[in-house]
């Protein structure tokens, strides 16, 4: 066997010496084993050749053709690069391969846990592609015998792989549309002569006109003027070797052609791809224009699609609440509709409303309605509910609005943003609010003052608006479930009373790029009812759609676990670590570490009189794991039960012990469990602080500051502490470790 015994980096490297040695296999993408780019680079990059798995048995093919797409899937590889011509697959004896294209509808499977770790082939989602591909892989594949197919593989990479750049134009479809556009905006857009601060207060971005650039053919001649409803939708065209503003009302603002500065660099940009796009993707690419928004300015607006499967179950709630016939006896108001996909399914058109920031989601919503959604075109229209005064809403509208029985029959249905003004790096202190976020809104200064920090939270001031403007109604609502728990809407619950009536919560990454590991709400409330927010039930759904429980959020709660360890702050000089100050959250617990020097933030000092009680805050913290569903839970005070269990005291201060990333780099480490002698160490410990702390050889004081040893809770200073089998077997497994490091 040609490449028989060998580790898989020196298969990867032989195999790529010995078939691929024309190409460059060195650039490292993601997790993917095996690489194929040509050599030659351009100003417009490499296209890959080929991806490829590495295995150094003798494996069968579908198998690791079905890792190396789990690995793509799970990564989304194909969202961040153009992908290749080929996938393919090789052990000590073989090499496969299959075109990319046969199988890449696999990655846009619905329900599907890409989540799954590709080497368990044991998993339900490894045996569900492997089912989908093998008929695929049996008609489409290419298998070769480094030894008996020697030829034939050269072959085939000569004819293949070597002229993939050269074979026929890269077809855009909705799999790819997106990252073109991408690299559109690095080498078209700063080739386009037009001030683009202007054309953005005509509220026109740049990716219209790479809309305008995708229908055309590739003699830049307009090939939509057959399909009224996609040329009616662009805003911008191509022609005659520039653009034109095709929206009616500011055209006359850019009446002249805008040039191009280097027709050169544009016709070699677009001679690597089929224009137009495939006919069966066009509508979808014009529907999904919100996915080109530049993610800055799709936080602002909150241009995000909600899941259709959340949308049905909302609506299942809405006819739960309201009774069967709600859609004719209610009126429904979307006022942040984006392009109406919440609005999806409602059968009685007269009775619905929307309204969006964005006139170009006007517009698709307009074209929807040509296409059979079931909307008036004059019930759609351009409003930005945060900051335009409520005359300027249709007649209609305004009078239910103003009719105090039609408003208690008005609900106010939404997904509205969820972008705050700061994030998790303005805390650590490694980023900068996000400016204009929520404090560019008029909402902003209005509402300040009556619902406090949480007026930096667009949902929170759709939700105030709501409240105020439309009194008595009944608001169904998209949201984090922060307006519950978090601690920053103790105002807002002050200011927001209303009745609940239920709701669900779903993962949030299940949402149109909503990255994070915390709960979507929908929650129902009636307005009219003022009662203040104390807690509310939510069923619970996973990301396939099961109903899997309910979860009570609670809004009231005692006196939390930060304000409980503050008790204990010591003024001693003695300290051997220190730990800065986090919510009292799971969210929070990433930021919950032993540090050895001071930050910026307040920070609590621990040391011998504070030592027990800190490891009882430390380790009841982290020995629980931080999921989708408890991201928001806080940790309350403790009752006084732990002050009299020793065994639950030593518990915690062994699992803190074991379970913290203190380094001896960054200070000395005071928290080393054992002697020298214990780990036949090579050299003397620079402090034996922890061990005499367990034998009991340190002098705690009976009263501290904190009043944590008193008559009801004391250590004893003449023994030592006493600890369970249970953590005697950790201590012993520790024990055998740093033996080992120590040799």
């Known amino acids: 066997m040609k490449y028989k015994n060998i580790r898989e980096e020196e298969l990867k490297n032989k195999v790529g010496a010995d078939w691929f040695k024309s190409f460059d296999t060195t650039e490292i993408l993601g997790n993917i084993d095996f690489t194929v780019f040509p050599k030659q680079d351009n100003l417009f990059g490499r296209t890959p050749l080929l991806w490829a798995e590495a295995k150094t048995g003798d494996f069968d093919v579908t198998t ?79 298998v070769y015998d480094y030894q008996t197919d020697e030829k034939d593989l050269k072959t085939f990479i000569a004819n293949n792989i070597a002229n993939a750049t050269e074979a026929s134009k890269i077809k855009i479809d909705k799999n790819n549309f997106i990252p073109i556009y991408l690299r559109w905006l690095e080498i078209v857009k700063p080739n386009i002569d037009v001030n683009w601060d202007d054309l953005k207060k005509a509220n026109i971005l740049d990716s219209e006109f790479y809309l305008a650039d995708l229908f055309i053919d590739d003699k830049d001649t307009n090939k939509i003027e057959d399909d009224s409803s996609i040329r009616d939708s662009l805003f911008v065209v191509f022609q005659n ?110 009775n619905i409303w929307a309204s969006t920031l964005d006139q170009a989601d006007v517009k698709v919503m307009h074209e929807r309605i040509e296409h059979g959604a079931n909307l008036l075109e004059n019930h759609v229209f351009q409003f930005d509910f945060l900051n335009d005064d409520f005359s300027k809403l249709p007649q209609g509208l305004q009078e239910i609005i103003n009719d105090e029985n039609k408003r208690k029959k008005l609900i106010v249905f939404i997904n509205p943003p969820y972008a705050e003004a ?36 667009l949902f929170a001031l759709f939700m105030a608006q709501v409240y105020e403007k439309i009194p008595n109604c009944s608001l169904a609502l998209f949201s984090k479930l922060k307006f519950i728990q978090g601690t920053n809407f103790i105002k807002f619950k002050e200011f927001f009373k209303a009745q609940y009536s239920c709701g669900f919560v779903v993962p949030a990454d299940t ?53 409980w360890i503050k008790k204990y702050e010591n003024k001693s000089q003695n300290t051997i670590g220190l730990m800065v100050s986090s919510a009292p959250d799971f969210q ?18 621990i040391n011998q009189h504070n030592l027990l009680p800190f490891t009882v805050y430390f380790s009841t913290r982290h020995c629980i794991s931080a999921n989708w569903l408890n991201d928001r839970d806080q940790f309350l005070e403790p009752n006084d039960n732990w002050k009299t269990d020793k065994e639950f005291q030593t518990d915690c201060l062994t699992f803190t012990l074991f379970n913290n990333t203190i ?34 050889k340190l002098k705690i004081e009976e009263k501290s500051e904190a009043t944590l040893f008193n008559e009801e809770v004391s250590v004893n200073n003449n023994f030592p502490l006493q600890f369970s089998d249970e953590a005697k077997t950790v201590f012993n497994a520790g024990r055998e470790l740093w033996k080992y490091y120590h040799k």
Request: contains cysteine; charged residues 25%.
């Open 64 to 142: 690791m053709f079905v890792q190396l797409i789990l690995t793509i899937g799970k990564a989304r590889t194909f969202d961040k690069t153009l992908p290749p011509a080929f996938i393919g697959a090789f052990d000590f004896k073989k090499i496969a391969f299959v075109s990319y294209i046969s199988i890449q509808d696999i990655f846009y499977l619905n329900d599907f846990n890409w989540n799954v770790t590709p080497s368990n082939h044991e998993t339900k989602e490894f045996k569900l592609i492997k089912d989908r591909i093998q008929a695929t892989l049996k008609s489409n594949s290419y």
């Open 241 to 350: 070797q520039g653009y034109k503003i095709a929206k009616e009302n500011i055209k006359q603002m850019f009446d002249a052609t805008i040039n191009l500065k280097n027709k050169e660099t544009y016709s070699q940009f677009w001679k690597r791809y089929k224009r137009p796009p495939l006919v069966q993707f066009q509508d979808y690419i014009i529907e999904r224009r919100d996915l080109l928004v530049p993610q800055d300015i799709r936080e602002r607006k909150g241009a995000f699609f909600t899941p259709f499967q959340w949308v049905e179950l909302s609506q299942k709630y809405l006819t739960d609440t309201f009774g069967e016939n709600w859609q004719e006896e209610y009126y429904i108001w979307d006022c942040a509709s984006g392009t109406g996909n919440l609005l999806a399914g409602l059968t009685n058109k007269y």
């Open 422 to 457: 700061t994030s998790g790096n303005t805390i650590a202190g490694t980023g900068e609010n996000k400016k204009g976020v929520a404090t560019q809104h008029k909402t902003n200064e209005i509402f300040n003052s009556k619902i406090g920090n949480a007026s930096n939270e």
């Open 511 to 563: 949402f149109d790029n909503v990255k994070g590991n915390f709960p979507i709400g929908f929650t129902i409330w009636n307005l009219d009812i003022k009662n203040k927010i104390d807690n509310i039930s939510c069923d619970v759904f996973n990301k396939d759609g099961e109903k899997i429980g309910a979860k009570t959020f609670y809004g009231e709660l005692p006196q939390s676990i930060n304000k």
């Open 588 to 605: 929070h617990n990433k930021q919950l570490a032993i540090l050895s020097k001071q930050q910026e933030r307040y920070c609590f000092k």
């Open 663 to 696: 380094q001896s780099q960054y200070g000395i480490n005071n928290w080393i469990p054992f002697t020298e002698q214990e780990v036949n160490a090579k050299d003397k410990f620079a402090s034996n602080f922890m061990t005499n702390f367990i034998a009991g």
